[in-house]
């Protein structure tokens, strides 16, 4: 679909103009900081899922600052692999973690024909930027989501921001906030195995995880 394909070239040159602003940054990523970030991170931590020997696909995965949170935390996975639309954030992964025995690909998720190539699926930030005109945002979560889920074989987990939004925090014209009942509801319709986390502090706006578990 044009549209579609509209908007991942847009998310490409936003992501783009912002590296080559502020280079290796979590700024880079929309992210207000690295403390907040590691935050976000530690809500997968908590929730009761196993990553040790694991296989891991990191969707959105901007420099595999995820994979990095995760060595720190001395989880050892089987194996990670990266997707990210925008190249030039993947060749800066790659460069970062060559060390490291990982995957870094530049992958369209709403293009792609692969099935079931990870355990675990991780997408954070992916599906915050307000689409406006341009495409129904649900519409197109809900598009991101079931192929995302497709690409794993036990878990995916994707972050949104909360339409319940806090007092102390204005609302933002440039990004999308998330029904935590309709995102359920939806991944209801993919799984009977269905979490809803949105119990965390707010980082510094109040966000949720939903963790769909293939039946």
């Avoid at 080559?20 to 931590?45: A, C, H, M, N, P």
């Avoid at 995820?66 to 030039?88: A, C, H, R, V, W």
């Avoid at 987990?157 to 990004?175: G, H, N, T, W």
């Avoid at 995102?183 to 993919?190: K, N, Q």
């Amino acid at each position: 679909m044009q549209e579609l394909k509209e908007i991942s070239k847009l998310t490409i040159e936003r992501y783009t103009q912002r590296y080559k602003k502020l280079g290796y940054d979590v700024k880079s990523l929309g992210w207000g900081s690295i403390e907040q970030q590691e935050y976000r991170f530690l809500q997968t931590l908590d929730s009761n899922i196993d990553f040790d020997n694991k296989s891991l696909l990191d969707i959105g995965c901007g420099f595999g600052d995820y994979f990095t949170f995760l060595q720190q935390n001395k989880i050892n996975l089987s194996n990670y692999m990266g997707y990210d639309l925008n190249p030039e954030l993947i060749n800066e992964a790659k460069n970062l973690h060559k060390e490291n025995i990982v995957y870094f690909e530049v992958e369209n998720i709403l293009e792609t024909q692969k099935k079931e190539i990870a355990d675990i699926g991780v997408m954070f930030g992916v599906l915050n930027f307000n689409l406006k005109d341009k495409f129904d945002n649900f519409e197109y979560s809900m598009q991101f989501i079931e192929n995302a889920f497709n690409l794993v074989n036990e878990v995916l987990i994707v972050d949104f921001l909360s339409d319940r939004l806090c007092a102390e925090y204005p609302k933002e014209d440039f990004v999308y906030y998330h029904s935590p009942s309709k995102i359920l509801e939806f991944a209801l319709s993919l799984s009977n195995n269905v979490v809803l986390k949105h119990n965390y502090s707010a980082i510094p706006q109040k966000e949720f995880m939903i963790f769909i578990y293939k039946d």
